[in-house]
């Protein structure tokens, strides 16, 4: 197997001399972490520097329902469904994220001899952004403000964390909650969406980013297997798939480009369960999406600035 891995990265190149690898892991019941931690324990022996972001929707929706409440997805004035998080919500998702399986999994990987190290987004201000106490959401077709929210949207990410623990020879797994930094100057853990997360860390760290899920990549056709994209390096490109990308694979791809806007090289999304899922993204499997894709946009807004 090992044999297999080396190859499908690029036998002939120094894992030490590539860019790190961030992996988004899904948190959804049909996402099968096993193979996921066999590649970063692969990936890691070999020099590779690798950062995990983990989500967990399914299981903070079951603590949820455990501890008596219900669930609560709202649709933002823009058309995209979303968690609303109030304050108890908030503490239900604090146990299941950083509590419950940033440690399980972060165990795994240590089983699997890597040196994982469990962060939240909260520890050393590692994620961080204004909290958003307010969202505007739609409700029977009509626009409402609802208050009490507890997410935020990421603006910095402690790199300087993140690279000194790599450098040291340490796989950060990081899960939300985020720091949300109030107007008064406190600090609150807020919800923060995973694959944007990972993206912000990608970004950060001029990383390569597998978005690992539940399906091969992006289809032309959602409904059609087959008609899997497997690459965009061309603004026109992107265009296509992001008018493929429909539901969560939408916010996926919203990932993509805002990593690649923040330094990532490429954007693979990639089947989680597939035999050694991060090795065959990086080889060329699921649909890649290059930096050039978003390079004319990013040199037109430079130079409008």
Known sequence: MSDE?????????????????????????????????????????????????????????ETIERLGMEPEYVE?????????????TMEAF???????????LTA???E?????????????????????????????????IRRGEHSGRIESVNAD?????LADSY???????????????????????????????AGALDA????????AGVYADPDDPDTLIESAATPDELDAVEAAAEGFMGKKVMAAKEALSGGSGRVIVADANVRDPIVAALGGEGTTIERTAIAEQADTEGETA
């Open 94 to 104: 604090t146990m299941a994220m950083a509590g419950k399986l940033n440690t399980e």
């Open 5 to 61: 891995r080396s190859a499908g990265a690029g036998e002939h190149s120094d894992p030490a001399d590539e860019p790190p690898v961030v992996v988004k892991i899904g948190g959804a019941k049909a996402v099968d972490p096993a193979g996921a931690v066999g590649d970063v324990a692969h990936l890691a022996a070999n020099g590779r520097e690798v950062v995990v972001v983990h989500g967990g929707s399914t299981v903070v929706d």
């Open 112 to 144: 699997a001899g890597v040196d994982a190290v469990g962060l939240s987004g909260v520890d050393g201000g590692l994620l961080s952004g204004p909290r958003k106490s307010a969202v505007r959401v739609v409700e029977d077709g009509k626009k409402k």
């Open 161 to 165: 964390l993140l690279s000194g623990l």
């Open 208 to 215: 390569d980013l597998v978005l690992l899920t539940d399906v």
């Open 171 to 201: 796989t950060p797994v990081v899960s939300p909650p985020m720091e949300g930094k109030e107007s008064d100057g406190g600090v609150t853990p807020v919800n923060t969406d995973a694959d944007r997360a990972a993206a912000a860390v």
């Open 76 to 88: 933002s004035a823009s058309g995209v469904t979303g968690r609303f998080t109030d304050a108890e």
């Open 108 to 110: 795994r990987f240590r």
